[in-house]
């Protein structure tokens, strides 16, 4: 297959570059909230991220931060009181959380360094602080109310939520869309398979059931995908999984596609989530696991209500999600190389005509998505493309938007970060690639860079091995010149499912998740220069079975790449890299002309063969 580069023909886009909320209007919705709370008698309200099911990407009716601050960004939170108004963000958002924000309303704080239970915990005593139960897993709530307790502090429980009523009539519809069988020929396994295997882990622990409520579990589980999530290929719903096999799909009726109930089979009931209180009290005196961390507070407090034995454990679907099987690895690998061509495709644009016609940052997110929707392949961008020029690209999660949106120019680095779902995998790719000569500063900064991405890539490492063990490895050089970065190294991805999956990643965060083979993580270690530049080399890798080493004891894990793109050249200091890591650059190039020179036209593959060179 040839894959032709487009022109920016029309199509049904699906990254919108418009502000969801500006600052002006995250202030006439803070007024609007604070009215609210103060009618109910509460003297604030405290705004998680997270929607009920906890997603990362919510729709567009759940983004409640969003609505009531500006703030965009996948993680952080907000305290909104009748005097004063905080934002809490992590170190890849902060900046952009001042950008998105009124500063005379809004007090910008890093989560890492002020997390919400020390802010609570310094508020004056015989305060009452609003909360919706269901925005809040059991575990993040008991912190919040301990935090509350030590500072004389009240906690309500709000149904219905005071912002929901604060945004009223204006607030989208809860997402529709039809849920559909994700084919065997994609998922390996059956779903009969999987609700057994994890019945009888649920059986030999004297667990009846399990209540699972993230999206993404139960879509693997029941092998089925939707759009209810932007981004993402997620169902909203709710599952009881039964120690027998069995299970209660809750989806809403008009959510059901005509063959999805075939496909679920006779095992499997689906009932309108109306009907959950009734499942919830035939668990009366029975164990029911539920995840801590994952569930929302709300659905602990159900099942106790109706008198089940709560279990706090782990989702049960989450480590085999995780550890992908061979079909799945099989898949990934394909939509890697057709998403490798586009890519390959778009880096040749970014080398030849971009440099001259210098384009914006939306027209060059636009331009990738273009190449991606010709393929006639695309389901949907893995998230929203970060496109980042000088010093936009130093914003780790920067989102361009119209207002936002800078023209490239000559002598600085653009940052494109970017994926794309497909059937059969997900992809998640960052490349870094000079516009005009890079500075000697770009190029050793670059390097740095690359060589922790290379040490990480080629680690062997035993069985029991953790992410936190291996994040060292992605930082060694950089911390030896003097720099670090604010963000974790790697992050699970599903296929066809999460650009960002769990529980296993790498990050200097504690994580007790040894890694296991078939598991997905990214590499993806950066230098963000304030206000100037940013730079990070991201790929996606699998971990491969343990192998004897010759001469060794003990058999070893390894990583093996997924993504198939080239470097820029042009930002390498070779005079910085061993000979074996230059050995590990060309033996990847050459794994990258050898697999995608064959699926580009002759003038991006004479291109490739060029920039593939040994070097």
């Not at 803070?30 to 405290?46: A, C, F």
């Not at 063959?259 to 009290?281: T, Y």
Request: hydrophobic share 40%; glycine share 8%; net charge negative.
């Amino acid at each position: 297959m040839t894959i032709e580069l487009p022109s920016l023909s029309p199509h049904k886009a699906l990254q919108n570059f418009d502000t969801t909320t500006t600052p002006q209007q995250g202030v006439e919705h803070l007024l609007r909230l604070r009215k609210v709370l103060s009618e109910q008698g509460l003297s604030g309200l405290i705004i998680p991220h997270e929607d009920e099911h906890q997603n990362e990407y919510l729709p567009e009716a759940n983004e409640r931060l969003a609505w009531a601050t500006g703030f965009t960004g996948s993680a952080g939170a907000a305290i909104i009181l009748l005097d004063q108004a905080v934002v809490f963000a992590d170190g890849r958002y902060t900046i952009q959380a001042q950008e998105q924000t009124d500063r005379h309303y809004f007090v910008i704080k890093d989560y890492t360094a002020t997390a919400l239970s020390d802010f609570i915990k310094s508020l004056k005593s015989g305060l009452t602080l609003g909360y919706d139960a269901r925005l809040h897993s059991p575990d993040g709530l008991k912190s919040l109310k301990m935090a509350a307790n030590q500072a004389g502090i009240v906690l309500k429980s709000c149904v219905p939520n005071p912002l929901d009523s604060a945004w009223g009539l204006e607030r989208p519809s809860a997402p529709m869309a039809m849920i559909v069988p994700h084919p065997q020929d994609y998922a390996g396994i059956a779903s009969t398979q999987k609700r057994h295997e994890i019945a009888l882990d649920l059986k030999a622990r004297h667990i009846e059931a399990a209540w699972i409520t993230a999206p993404s579990s139960i879509a693997w589980l029941f092998n089925i995908r939707g759009a209810d999530v932007i981004r993402s290929p997620l169902p909203l719903g709710q599952a009881l999984l039964r120690a027998d096999g069995s299970a209660h799909l809750f989806i809403e009726p008009k959510k059901i596609s005509p063959d999805l109930i075939e496909h679920l089979g006779n095992e499997v009931a689906v009932a309108h989530p109306q009907e959950i209180d009734q499942a919830l009290s035939a668990l009366k005196g029975k164990a029911v696991a539920i995840d801590g961390q994952v569930s929302s507070a709300f659905w602990l407090e159900a099942l106790e209500r109706n008198g089940a034995i709560s279990v706090i454990s782990e989702d049960p679907c989450a480590l085999p999600k995780a550890r992908k099987n061979d079909t799945e690895i099989a898949g990934t690998k394909a939509a890697h190389i057709r998403d490798g061509a586009i890519l390959t495709t778009f880096l040749h644009w970014l080398a030849t005509e971009a440099q001259e016609t210098l384009p914006t940052e939306i027209e060059v997110a636009q331009k990738l998505e273009a190449l991606r929707h010709e393929s006639g392949l695309l389901k949907d961008l893995s998230f929203d493309t970060i496109s980042g020029f000088g010093p936009h690209g130093a914003l780790p999660h920067y989102r361009v938007t119209r207002a936002s949106d800078l023209k490239c120019q000559l002598g600085n680095l653009l940052l494109v970060d970017s994926g794309a779902q497909y059937l059969d995998g997900t992809t998640d790719v960052t490349r870094t690639v000079a516009i005009g000569t890079p500075t000697q500063e770009h190029r050793r900064l670059f390097t740095l860079v690359l060589k922790g991405h290379i040490a990480l890539a080629t680690i062997r490492f035993p069985k029991g091995t953790t992410g936190t063990h291996l994040d060292i490895l992605a930082r060694q050089f950089l911390w030896q010149a003097g720099f670090d970065y604010d963000h974790g190294t790697g992050h699970g991805v599903g296929v066809y499912l999460g650009v960002h999956e769990g529980p296993q990643r790498i990050s200097k965060a504690l994580n007790k998740y040894a890694l296991e083979p078939g598991m997905i993580v990214s590499n993806e270690p950066g230098y963000y220069k304030a206000g100037d530049y940013g730079i990070r080399i991201e790929n996606l890798q699998f971990v491969t079975p343990a192998q004897e080493i010759s001469g060794g004891e003990r058999p070893m894990l390894g990583f093996e790449c997924l993504t198939l793109a080239p470097l820029d050249r042009h930002l390498i200091e070779l005079d910085l890299l061993s000979a074996t890591e230059r050995d590990y650059v060309n033996s990847y190039h050459q794994c990258v002309l050898e697999k995608i020179a064959p699926l580009v036209n002759s003038e991006v593959a004479a291109w490739l063969k060029r920039v593939c060179q040994p070097l």
